[in-house]
């Protein structure tokens, strides 16, 4: 046989699919015929295999997202595996932390970890660390200065486990599926974004490895070093909960109302408008209280931004919001919706509100209805330390969106229980007045003095203005002055500025 020939033979046999070809010091090689219709992927591996390979070592930084929230399963089934593994003085570099993470409490207790740093805890595990559990301070950011720290170096993190939906054998991820095997949904992984890109590894973990290509893709294979798959990486139905559930509370309902009128009246409602809710029941409520008014007077926004719920959604498939901007979806509509629409667009912490991108989101927008757990007289804003010096929150995007808007509302009441909302000075100071335009609540709308036009407009339109003097003397009235707070001289957390600056501590509680 001719060498033309043994080619023409060795083309017609690659053609079938049958063989590779294989060529050492001039000769061919013929492999086996390949049995399957996916070569396997050497990424994929156990969990176990993965963190050896990874490389992970004591004192290292691991980093999760909490896009399935309170459903998460990624971050204690991990955390329990490098335990077993023996590894010491580990950093939880998570985005945030909720009640389900609650694990961690023995983590640390065993030195397994020793340092944290998130936007927001809850639960038993915020308890603790408010009581002083931890030797070292958990460093809290918001969502934007989370993104910046990861992307400059400020958080290095060594290894990101990071939980998807769906993923393929070469680590192609995204927070939902089109596979009828589809076990978990979570629609946007903005928060995973930064850690996929920057983590020197990362490991996807999913429940549902689909055939090469997985498209459309969030996370791409040239990110991705390791895939797990895991019987679950997260509870979709634990998504809306808590913080960001439809609330029923007619004084919420009433502070969405309000806060409605105040948006309508405020100048900034005009076609091309854009907006964003913040968590929180009254906050979340508005943009259903304001379709009403964008149909009475024809008024279309260009994008609804950050948190997107069934709500946003809506509007958005009644023509009333053209484009929705998602860095996390607040629930399965929403995630259901991202995978389906093209004009649902997702976007990492980083394009979302990083103050050193120039083109963030939130630097193109008008309204952000913001919640709060307290409000001082200067209008600075606490969302994350109880009055009871308790941390049950988080940061999230809240200084990041007071800052870059053009038009910044925060809703809260009066009291909660018997416990004030309107004091002083904050608990813990996490959004600067400077950047707050509007406080409403049941009793009556304060506004900024710097912000004169508003005063103007708002009062023009008959709205009850009141100073937040006023409404702390109200709530003074009914509950007496607070006791101060039993706050020990142990620092249990940093907060740092979106610009990467320690803006206030936080106290152990004694109490």
Do not use: W
């Not at 950093?91 to 927001?120: K, M, Y």
């Not at 634990?238 to 439809?246: N, Y």
Request: hydrophobic share 40%; proline share 4%; charged share 25%.
């Amino acid at each position: 046989m001719t060498r033309y020939e043994e080619r023409q033979k060795l083309v017609g046999l690659i053609a079938e699919g049958l063989h590779e070809n294989v060529y050492h010091g001039g000769e061919q090689k013929i492999t086996e015929p390949r049995k399957e219709s996916q070569a396997k992927s050497e990424k994929v591996v156990s969990l176990e295999e993965a963190i050896r390979r990874c490389g992970l070592k004591d004192g290292m930084t691991v980093s999760f997202h909490h896009h399935f929230r309170g459903g998460d399963k990624v971050l204690n089934l991990v955390m329990a595996k490098i335990a077993e593994m023996g590894f010491k003085d580990i950093h939880v570099a998570a985005s945030s932390l909720n009640d389900v993470h609650r694990p961690l409490i023995e983590h640390i207790r065993n030195g397994v970890v020793t340092h944290i740093s998130t936007s927001g805890m809850r639960g038993e595990l915020a308890r603790e660390i408010s009581h002083g559990l931890m030797d070292n301070p958990v460093v809290f950011r918001s969502h934007g200065g989370r993104g910046s720290a990861v992307a400059n170096g400020d958080l290095h993190i060594d290894v990101a486990f990071l939980g998807a939906s769906s993923c393929d054998p070469m680590g192609n991820a995204c927070g939902y599926s089109r596979s009828p095997n589809a076990k978990s949904i979570c629609g946007s992984l903005g928060y995973a974004l930064p850690d996929a890109r920057y983590a020197d590894k990362t490991v996807i973990l999913t429940d549902d490895l689909v055939d090469y290509p997985n498209t459309p893709t969030s996370i791409s294979e040239h990110d991705v070093d390791y895939v797990v798959v895991v019987d679950s990486v997260g509870d979709s139905s634990k998504i809306a909960s808590g913080a960001i559930r439809d609330t029923k509370n007619p004084r919420d309902i009433l502070l969405a109302k309000t806060a409605c009128k105040v948006i309508v009246n405020s100048g900034y409602f005009r076609n091309g408008f854009s907006i964003q809710t913040g968590s929180g029941g009254a906050s979340l409520a508005v943009v259903k209280y304001l379709r009403q008014s964008m149909i009475d007077q024809n008024i279309k926004a260009s994008f609804g931004l950050g948190g997107i719920t069934a709500h946003m959604v809506q509007l958005h498939k009644e023509g009333l919001i053209d484009h929705l901007i998602d860095v996390q979806s607040f629930d399965r509509v929403a995630a259901e919706n991202l995978r389906d629409d093209p004009k649902h667009k997702e976007v990492s912490a980083n394009e979302y509100a990083s103050p050193d991108e120039p083109g963030a989101a939130t630097k193109f927008l008008d309204i952000v209805i913001l919640s709060a757990l307290e409000v001082d007289v200067n209008f600075n804003v606490n969302v994350l330390v109880g009055s009871d010096g308790i941390i049950r929150g988080a940061i999230g995007g809240h200084p990041d969106t007071a800052a870059d808007s053009a038009l910044s509302i925060v809703v809260c009441p009066l009291l909660r229980g018997r416990i004030p909302c309107i004091v002083d000075e904050v608990t813990t100071l996490i959004t600067p007045g400077a950047t707050v335009d509007v406080v409403v609540t049941e009793y009556g709308i304060a506004i900024n003095p710097r912000r004169k036009d508003l005063a103007e407009r708002l009062s023009a339109a008959g709205l009850k203005i009141v100073t937040l003097e006023s409404l702390r003397d109200r709530a003074l009235k009914v509950i007496g002055e607070p006791a101060p707070l039993p706050f020990g001289d142990k620092v249990v957390g940093v907060v740092m500025n979106r610009n990467g600056e320690v803006m206030d501590v936080i106290k152990n509680i004694t109490g």
